[in-house]
């Protein structure tokens, strides 16, 4: 499809007022005629953003009075910008090179092309006694390592991999929960040039073959086990299923994280074994370009074999330290928290806040074992600055109707992220209401493809009830409909029309890069189309309303699931649910899933009550057609539920990879349904 020229960032060009491009919509959710929490004066002027905005000032010679015209500027002066955002978070390089921007196409962007740098160099600035990690877990396994302590084992681990015969270009590979050794390995790589990749050890052995088995990796780092839920879970039967099927590797590296260390794995070490081997020295950080690759990050995998993404040293870096020192406005000393995995990109996202100085809070295990206090406990133990979690965490202590506010002090927060799934418009509510009262609540959204945001908070604007903040700086995000027109009003397809830094070198085995062309570019050539289903609201925000091949099309009219689910959710009689489209007809149907709470019953006046508020609360045409009581809804290994396997199953359609699933067993509730077949 032909881009078209009416792109609303080519109005500020024209000296069009920005504000108006941004602000004109009608804000579709019912609400709020003042912001959630603004932040004051004083709190605005000691950020970073306000900082760099008026080092860009001097820097242009002209006036950025405000955010949106500091946006402007990003997007329209793309080199200006991102050298600007380079010297403002001080990038340590060899070399740095005159051209900001070589090639400014899309795909095929070159940033920084005569740059020379290294990743790891980049997050082990400081070397001293504080603490660069704290851990904690469900079985109340506790540890801080110091700056001097981590840098001395990347060291270690570095010299191991060295002398290994790891070069440039290998690839390292991690089955590994959220702890200390994964980061440390992690540095280590990085710093030799070789590429990371890891999962989860929540992933079954297949799932885990479907990734490495694709990037052939020499070295493999893997714990015994994992606890999660009040289980403790061996892994030596997949370890040993693994090894056996990846041919390239040459070293296996067994962390004896629950005490139960694989022994009879083929190839297989002790990390402190492994480490013992070498005395702490001065690291060698490999010299690298700005585009050579740093990590293979995977697709999720529910529609076919996973995608192997590749992302660049330079890319990741620049951009997530404009993330972190811009729109988390996140410091030196400061402590960095992010509930997640190391088979999901906030990982990776969380790891860069060294690169301020942060110190990282990782956690592993469930974040409701005992119960939902656990994640909140360990923010008041060690002073949880920014504090990052799920949109579903948010709604489940919703649900269970928790009051953080009323049992912790949470006194050093004062941030909140939220990513995963959008977060709606009680999430919202709730988290003022029972969590913080003073604390910017920022729903952020991007993803594995580009291992940042396109859109996310910001610490000089304020919180709307249902709102994502801004777009993100460089980030030229617009909101198309099916002609490639950009829209002031109403819902469509989120695109970026301008290159930036961690689009992805591109996919692993694909020379040519024609899946990687397909995936991105395809729809609106030289335009980055995200798949996201979003609108643009009258207060410079955005809405995300659902990924755009699960969005729902009764009557021909696209409308986002999101929608469905801030209203069928608050209900107290339901727990959570899904909605697909069914073909029925000629049309399609909308069809609602639900998860009951426990003692409700899925009655003809519940049906009801879900169908009028529905009506009410998004529109009739998102009012369902069916409503069918579930026990469980399938969801990847980062939480996510799936509609679109959901929609195979009742269309007869076959899931291609069940274990790219958490609970892949959850599908066959959805398979053959009676309810379906009138």
């Known amino acids: 499809m032909k881009r078209k020229a009416s792109s609303l960032i080519l109005e500020g060009l024209r000296g069009a007022d920005y504000k108006l491009g941004m602000n004109s919509q009608k804000n579709t959710s019912p609400k709020t005629v003042s912001p959630l929490w603004s932040p004051s004066a004083d709190r605005v002027a000691a950020t970073a953003m306000n900082r760099f905005r008026l080092e860009a000032e001097k820097r242009l010679g002209r006036d950025l009075p405000d955010y949106q015209a500091l946006h402007t500027w990003s997007v329209m002066e793309t080199a200006s910008f991102w050298d600007a955002v380079w010297e403002f978070c001080g990038v340590i390089a060899s070399e740095k090179g005159e051209r900001v921007l070589g090639a ?52 270690q681990f570095a010299q191991a991999l060295r002398a290994w015969g790891v070069r440039p270009g290998d690839r390292v590979a991690a089955y590994m929960p959220n702890i200390p050794e994964t980061i440390i390995a992690m540095l280590a790589t ?10 989860s050890p929540d992933f079954g052995a297949k799932g885990v073959l479907d990734r490495f088995g694709q990037i052939e990796p020499k070295v493999l780092i893997a714990c015994d086990g994992y606890r999660y839920n009040g289980k403790t879970l061996p892994l030596e039967d997949n370890l040993r299923e693994i090894t056996a099927h990846l041919p390239t590797l040459e070293q296996v590296v067994i962390v004896p994280f629950i005490g139960a260390a694989a022994t009879d794995v083929e190839k297989a070490t002790l990390w ?50 404009k993330e972190h020192v811009l729109h988390c406005d996140l410091k030196e000393g400061d402590t960095l928290f992010y509930f997640t995995t190391c088979g999901w990109m906030m990982w990776n996202w969380l790891v860069t806040g060294l690169g301020v100085g942060a110190t990282l809070a990782l956690y592993d295990g469930s974040p409701f074992y005992p119960d939902g206090n656990v994640l909140f406990d360990y923010a008041d133990e060690v002073g949880v600055n920014v504090f990052g979690t799920s949109a579903k965490f948010i709604d489940a202590l919703n649900k269970e109707n928790l009051r953080p506010i009323e049992t ?35 729903s952020i959204s991007g993803g594995t493809d580009i291992v940042s945001c396109f859109v996310l908070g910001n610490p000089v604007l ?7 903040q801004s777009k993100g700086l460089g980030m030229a995000v617009e909101i198309w409909d099916e002609d490639g027109e950009a829209l002031r ?120 009550t879900i169908r009028s508020n529905i009506r009410k609360g998004a529109s009739p045409r998102h009012v369902p057609a069916k409503v069918v009581a579930v026990t469980d809804i399938p969801r990847t290994k980062s939480g996510k539920i799936t509609e679109l396997a959901v929609r195979d199953m009742i269309e007869g359609r076959d899931v291609k990879n069940r274990e790219a699933l958490a609970n892949p067993e959850a599908l066959d509730l959805y398979s053959d349904l009676d309810e379906l077949q009138t």
């Open 104 to 155: 400014a196409t899309m795909p095929g962007a070159e940033f920084f092309p005569d740059a020379r740098l290294n990743f790891a160099e980049n997050l082990l600035r400081k070397d001293d006694g504080s603490p660069a990690l704290h851990f904690n877990n469900e079985g109340g396994h506790k540890r801080t390592v110091s700056w001097s302590e981590l840098k001395a084992t990347v060291s």
């Open 272 to 321: 402190e074994d492994v480490c013992a081997l070498f005395e702490p020295s001065d690291i060698i950080f490999e010299q690298l370009p700005f585009n050579h690759p740093l990590y293979i990050m995977f697709s999720s995998g529910t529609t076919g074999a996973p995608k192997c993404i590749v992302h660049s040293v330079g890319g990741t870096l620049l951009q997530q330290l």
């Open 489 to 608: 009003q109403g819902k469509g397809e989120l695109v970026c029309t301008k290159p930036f830094p961690s689009m992805p070198i591109g996919f692993w085995n694909d020379p040519d890069g024609t899946k990687y062309t397909s995936a991105y570019f395809e729809r609106f050539p030289g335009v980055w189309h995200h798949g996201d289903f979003a609108e643009v609201t009258e207060h410079g925000g955005i809405i995300i309303h659902g990924r755009s091949d699960a969005t729902l099309n009764p009557g021909g009219v696209r409308i986002g699931t999101t929608e469905i689910y801030a209203v069928v959710e608050t209900l107290p009689e339901i727990r959570e649910a899904i909605a697909v489209g069914q073909n029925w007809q000629g049309d399609v149907r909308v069809v609602l899933f639900v998860i009951l709470a426990d003692g409700a019953a899925l009655t003809d006046d519940l049906i009801a």
């Open 408 to 442: 912790h002090k949470l006194s050093d927060l004062r941030l909140i992220l939220s990513t995963g799934s959008p977060l709606v418009d009680e999430g919202f509510e709730y988290f003022y209401r029972s969590v913080k009262k003073d604390v910017q609540l920022s």
């Open 190 to 199: 990085a710093s030799l040039g070789a590429v990371w990749s890891s999962c």
């Open 462 to 468: 304020p919180v709307w009830r249902g709102e994502i």
